[in-house]
């Protein structure tokens, strides 16, 4: 996998593409000199974690032959500053999934663990140093 980014201003504003050659923007906050323009660096590893289980709790859904009409994720990070240093990597997560349709709370459970346990890959590369957790809500359909 490889992706590119390509400074569009003369401050921190890119467009970044990979391999489906979607534009995505990244900026900085604007109190460093950002204007705005994109999502923040770690906000993406938010998204792509919530993306990635998404797509996995949707097909495992549909194999189990279940109605699923909406589905909303909330992701939730915290960050601790590692002293010595500026940075301030995730130490925990949560993924909030909010399922709507005709959907047994059991096959609900069962594909949120199998995508948290067996095929997030994103949840694979943040676990190691972050506590991540879900919850979830169902509003059945009639």
Do not use: W
């Amino acid at each position: 996998m490889q992706v590119e980014l390509v400074r569009v201003d003369d401050a921190f504003h890119f467009e970044a593409s990979g391999m489906s050659g979607v534009p995505v923007h990244i900026d900085a906050a604007e109190n460093i000199g950002g204007t705005n323009s994109g999502a923040r660096p770690m906000e993406l590893l938010l998204m792509g974690l919530g993306g990635c289980t998404a797509i996995d709790v949707i097909l495992i859904l549909k194999k189990q032959r279940q109605r699923i009409d909406d589905l909303k994720i909330s992701v939730s990070g915290e960050r601790v500053k590692i002293e010595g240093t500026e940075m301030t990597p995730f130490r925990s997560i949560n993924i909030h999934f909010a399922l709507k349709g005709n959907i047994t709370e059991a096959k609900a459970q069962k594909a949120i663990e199998l995508s948290m346990e067996k095929y997030c890959s994103a949840t694979a590369q943040l676990s190691p140093s972050a506590t991540i957790t879900h919850t979830y809500s169902i509003d059945f359909a009639e």
